[in-house]
T-cell receptor, first 118, second 116 residues
Framework: AQTVTQSQPEMSVQEAETVTLSCTYD???????LFWYKQPPSRQMILVIR??????QNATENRFSVNFQKAAKSFSLKISDSQLGDAAMYFC???????????????FGQGTILTVHP | DTGVSQDPRHKITKRGQNVTFRCDPI?????LYWYRQTLGQGPEFLTY????????KSRLLSDRFSAERPKGSFSTLEIQRTEQGDSAMYLC??????????????FGPGTRLLVL
């Protein structure tokens, strides 16, 4: 079974600075999908960014980008120019490809709480 | 598009009672998922549907849990004979095949259950 590990329970950053959240995963599958979700306090989970494993180019979405290292099974999230509204719990998630053992579901990491200081 | 909606948002019940939650997915999304999230943890998969068919169930989904999606639209999750350990946030998500293979899951606000 696939596992996702987020080794940083908490991170903090100054407003306008850059922060990187780490995520590693374990899988024997060669193709898969990776996601970062953000869950603000008492609010619903929203998608931040996503990546297909067979695409070597790192995904970017405005201030958010990933560093995808397939051989190392690492999928870190970089937030540039941090804003107060970025404060939230961030979850890394894995999904199998069609026919994979966990094709339908997302497997989540434990989450990283990000605090943004003004 | 309206987002995924869930009802109720909060539910307090006594141990042993039955509870039912409803999820309305994004229109035209053919997959619907249920997850459970305890405080400070990542969501854990419970089950998912493609249209009306329930395609996968987690071992977390004990005999006391049942989910349905009778017409391939909304879904219900019922917990019978609730236990204090069932206290959690129950999240619903939906996804579409028209998403370049990603089947990105969009989440609802959740139903927070407290069993006394």
């Amino acid at each position: 079974a696939q596992t996702v590990t987020q080794s940083q329970p908490e991170m903090s950053v100054q407003e306008a600075e850059t922060v990187t959240l780490s995520c590693t995963y374990d899988t024997s599958e060669s193709d898969y999908y990776l996601f970062w979700y953000k869950q603000p306090p008492s609010r619903q989970m929203i998608l931040v960014i996503r990546q297909e494993a067979y695409k070597q180019q790192n995904a970017t979405e405005n201030r958010f980008s990933v560093n995808f290292q397939k051989a190392a099974k690492s999928f870190s999230l970089k937030i540039s120019d941090s804003q107060l509204g970025d404060a939230a719990m961030y979850f890394c998630a894995y999904r199998s490809p069609p026919g994979g053992t966990s094709y339908g579901k997302l497997t989540f990491g434990q989450g990283t709480i990000l605090t943004v200081h003004p | 598009d309206t987002g995924v909606s869930q009802d109720p948002r909060h539910k307090i019940t006594k141990r042993g009672q039955n509870v039912t939650f409803r999820c309305d997915p994004i229109s035209e999304h053919n997959r619907l998922y249920w997850y459970r999230q305890t405080l400070g943890q990542g969501p854990e998969f419970l089950t998912y549907f493609q249209n009306e068919a329930q395609l996968e169930k987690s071992r977390l989904l004990s005999d006391r849990f049942s989910a349905e999606r009778p017409k391939g639209s909304f879904s219900t999750l019922e917990i019978q004979r609730t236990e204090q350990g069932d206290s959690a946030m129950y999240l619903c998500a939906s996804s579409s095949h028209r998403d370049g293979g990603f089947w990105t899951q969009y989440f609802g606000p959740g139903t927070r259950l407290l069993v006394l």
